[in-house]
C-alpha cells in the first residue's frame, strides 16, 4: 500500500469512518471500490476508464506541450 487517507462521512446525524488507500504498481491501469459502495459506483466505471484518459502519461491531444490534466480551453 502505498498511501491511506482517513475520512469522515456524515449521514443525517451519523457519522462513519472512511478510508481510502491508494496501491501504486506497475502493470495496466485500474480501480477498483471494495465494500458497500462498489454496487451503487458500478455504471461510474466506464466513464472513469483510466485506459481512455491520458492524464497517466503527461500528454494531451494537442502535442503543444502543455502537460497534464487540462479544462476545456486546453490549459492555456
Known amino acids: 500500500?502505498?498511501?491511506a487517507v482517513r475520512s469522515a462521512a456524515l449521514v443525517g446525524i451519523d457519522a462513519y469512518d472512511v478510508i481510502v488507500e491508494v496501491d501504486?504498481?506497475?502493470g495496466l491501469p485500474?480501480?477498483?471500490i471494495v465494500g458497500l459502495a462498489a454496487g451503487a459506483v458500478g455504471n461510474g466505471r466506464e466513464a472513469c476508464d483510466p485506459g481512455d484518459s491520458d492524464h497517466h502519461n503527461g500528454s494531451n491531444d494537442k502535442?503543444?506541450?502543455?502537460r497534464g490534466h487540462h479544462g476545456r480551453d486546453g490549459g492555456q
Do not use: E, K
Not at 63 to 66: P, T
Open 24 to 26: 501504486a504498481a506497475a
Open 30 to 32: 485500474q480501480w477498483t
Open 63 to 66: 502535442g503543444d506541450g502543455n
Open 1 to 3: 500500500m502505498l498511501a
